[in-house]
Structure formats: C-alpha cells, structure tokens
C-alpha cells in the first residue's frame, strides 16, 4: 500500500513539473521574441529530423515495389531490342516474317545457395508462366544458371556455381572465346579458359557470353579479368571477377531461346 502511493506521488510531481515546465516556455516564448525564434528553430530542427528518418523509412519499405517495377521495365526494353533485331534482319533477307530471338520472364530468386560444391536457386516462376527445364536464367549483370525442373509455380536453377556448369564466354577487346567455369571457392570468381597464348590479354578486360550458345544471349556482361597464367603451354586460362553478386541474387530473368527448336533440329540432321 506505502509503495502504491509513494508511486503515485512520484508521478504526481512528474506531471506537476511538466504542466509548469510548458508553462514556462509558454509565458518565455509569447513575452521574448529572440527566446521564441530560438526554441522555434529548435522545434523545426526536430521536425525536419523526423521528417528525414519518416521518409528513408518509407523509402526502404517501397524499395522492393520500385525494384520489381525496375526489373519488369529492363524486361520490356530487352525485348523491344530483340524486335529491333529481328525486323533489322528482315529488311536485310527480305523475309516475310522474322520473330525476335529471346523471350524473357521476370522472376524473383526466393533461396539461393553459394557455399556449396553444387548451388542452386529456386525462383517464383514455373511451368504455368511459360518457363521450361533447359532455358537460361541471366541478369544484366552475368549468367546465373539453368533451369532444371519446373513445377506450376516455382522452379529449380543450377546456379552457374556448381561443378560441370559452364558459361561460352569471349573476350570484348578481340573475340577470343572459350568455357568459363567456376573453379569452388569464392563466389566472384570464375575461370576462363582454352583462350589461344597469342591472343593479348590485359587486365580490366571485360568478358561478355559469346552467343555461342542456344540457351544464353549475346553479348551479356559477365566481368572483367584480374589475372592470367599459361595452361598446359597452349592456352591461356584468365582469372574474371564477376559482375554479379551471387550471394544478393534478387531479381532474374529466364530466358527462352525461339532459336533453340530449329537449331536442335539441324544438330539431328547430321549424320
């Protein structure tokens, strides 16, 4: 009972010299005009803090809507490029009808792996968006892997990190092209090899997919080398930081080569 009002006390006096405290700055700010520009300056100071810390907080909750509605506008320009393409190469053969190369799908990486000797990632786009096993899965940044299996909803990537993946790579400053496969270890570095010995190689030089591929685009930045070494005296085998960041995937595209179906197809011809 003496505890209950001795608090009740203690919180009597604290709002007792609130209300007077209020009422001091009250009469000192309505009666001295420099005191009243001080404490006013001091108010909007205040204000414009939590103003700022209100937005960078809104800001970074509208930070996933913003990325989304990024990725999906850089999947509208691709494709409106592969169109560009494609009606380029009907004016030059004159063909009735010329469709683009690559269809591509937005998707959003929901579990990625990185530290393991075959990773993998599992993105929020299946069968029911039309994405199939064997299409690429690419940023502008770099290739991330293969599809492997689909379900309605959802499907399963290699990811480029893993042991027997491998990426056709060249060089931008001569062509020169060759596997680039990851060697384990860390997550940004990949090799590029079976690069001829007499082909001049210098660091910072960039290194795009080659084309060479029915599964992967043209000309997709995939990093830069850092270093070289001679392998079995014939080739040179080059040491590239990737661009891209496999340990904060986020959002990809798979892609789907209108190619693939035909070349197969002459691949079968051969005897």
Known sequence: MNNRAGLLSTLTAIILFIVLESLSILLLVENSVVQRFRILGTVR???AWVWTRTSDIHYYFNLRSENEQLAEENRQLREQLDRYAATARRIDSLSVE???????????VI???VNRQRNHLIIDRGRRDGVEPGMGVVTSRGVVGIVGAVSNHYAYVFSLLGTGQSVSAKLAA?????PMVWPGGA???MLLQ????????APGDTVLTSGYSTIYPPDIPLGSVVGTKVSKGSSQELTVALFEEFRS??????VKNNRQPEIEELYEQVP
């Not at 079976?194 to 190689?201: A, C, L, R």
């Not at 995937?249 to 798979?254: A, F, Q």
């Open 98 to 108: 010329e469709g683009p190369d690559f269809i591509w799908i937005g998707a959003t």
């Open 194 to 201: 079976e690069i001829p010995v007499h082909i001049q190689v």
């Open 249 to 254: 995937l986020h959002s990809v595209y798979v």
């Open 45 to 47: 100071t205040a204000q």
């Open 187 to 189: 997550s940004d570095r």
């Open 111 to 113: 579990k990625n792996t």
């Open 174 to 178: 001569s062509g020169a092209f060759g």
